[in-house]
């Protein structure tokens, strides 16, 4: 694939104004092989029509129903249909002749899209990690009968797997290393975080990133959520987090031997998702060399759960299973909701998950509608318990 005249691949984006799915088209401009056929944005209907009149996909959702309105008025003279809501995205996810999904929305909304998408025999470019945390146990499952790959977009789980191959055996897996930059509060002690605005919260000191994940990074949600998505994604409960603040080892597997192969790059999330999309070659990059002259020095450090106590709650939901890594996730959705229009604290987000965790019953073997419900209560149980 050097030079990239042949290379074609049809893909759809979930999510396509948001931040992973404004870099995926960057790299769909980039190479023309990349052929777009569905879109979806929830309210953006500005950027998604100039997306939908740039890339000509022959399907666009807007999750919004008055957007979606809208849009179809605007589209009118375009080949492109434009579909709503819920059952839209599952439409946008099918769209006949793409091959790869990349879920690039934010929540749990894309839980159900990839579901289809993978019954449709479409291979996943995951982003969106609350799929596979939530509801991991099927997804992997129906990857499995459906012989579609989930390929990792998130940095980290990118890492891992580009230093899982050549691995041939699960066996000689001794654990995962994976890292955190520790986001802009790191070093900081519980009594400095009572007053943090969400305007401080969103700003994280190496990665530009939509603000739910922003905020995730810096109470270490983040890291807690991919902790259970690379259970999912590499099988294995043996994860251990590692504070590198430069970003710059996106994360390592060590083997048996002792061995430990890690995966380097500048922090830019262009080159995951790119690999997502070319796997298992690689195509030229322009803007992200990595001079480690200009990081030195590397630096490892433990978390601190005791101001960062949503990482221990992300392993507690990890041991317990079934259902509690939604009760994870909804009741963090919910808080982080709060935080943001200001209905809560900063320090609230992780004792509203403790308290959701403490409260809310879940099974073993959760089924799809079972973790839906899971996660409203979640959310219901947060909005109540800080608006009584
Ligand atoms: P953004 O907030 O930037 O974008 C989210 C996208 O999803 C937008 O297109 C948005 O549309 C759409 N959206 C928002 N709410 C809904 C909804 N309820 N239903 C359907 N679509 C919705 O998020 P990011 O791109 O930062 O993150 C996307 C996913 O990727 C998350 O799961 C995140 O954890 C993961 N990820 C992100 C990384 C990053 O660097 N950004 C790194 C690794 C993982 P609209 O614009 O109209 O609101
Ligand atoms: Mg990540």
Known sequence: MENNAEFEHKI????????????????????????????SAHSNIDLLEKQAREFKPKTVCVTDEKGAKELKIRLADTNTKVLSGKDGLIGAACEKNAKTIVTAVVGISGLEPTIEAIKAKKNIALANKETLVT???????????????????????????????????????????????????????RDDLRNITPKQ??????????????IDSSTLVNKGLEVIEARWLFDTQNIKVLIHR?????SMVEFIDNGIIAQLGAPDMRLPIQYALTYPSRLKMKGNELDLIDYSPLTFEEPDT????????AYDALKKGGGAPAVFNGADEAAVEMFLNGKISYLDIADAIAAAMDAIKTREDPSLDEILETDRAAKEFVRRHYIS
């Open 135 to 189: 509801g991991g146990h099927i997804v992997t499952r129906l990857a499995r009968e459906n012989g579609v790959k989930i390929l990792p977009v998130d940095s980290e789980h990118s890492a891992i797997f580009q230093s899982l191959e050549g691995c041939r055996s699960k066996n000689e897996i001794k654990r995962i290393l994976l890292t955190a930059s520790g986001g802009p509060f790191f070093g900081k002690k």
């Open 12 to 39: 759809s984006v979930l999510g396509s104004t948001g931040s992973i799915g404004t870099q995926t088209l960057a790299i769909a401009r980039e190479y023309k092989g990349i052929v777009i056929e569905a879109l």
């Open 201 to 214: 919260a969103l700003k994280h000191p190496n990665w530009n990133m939509g603000a739910k994940v922003t």
């Open 306 to 313: 005791n101001t960062f106590s949503a990482l221990d709650l």
């Open 246 to 250: 430069q970003s710059v080892v996106h």
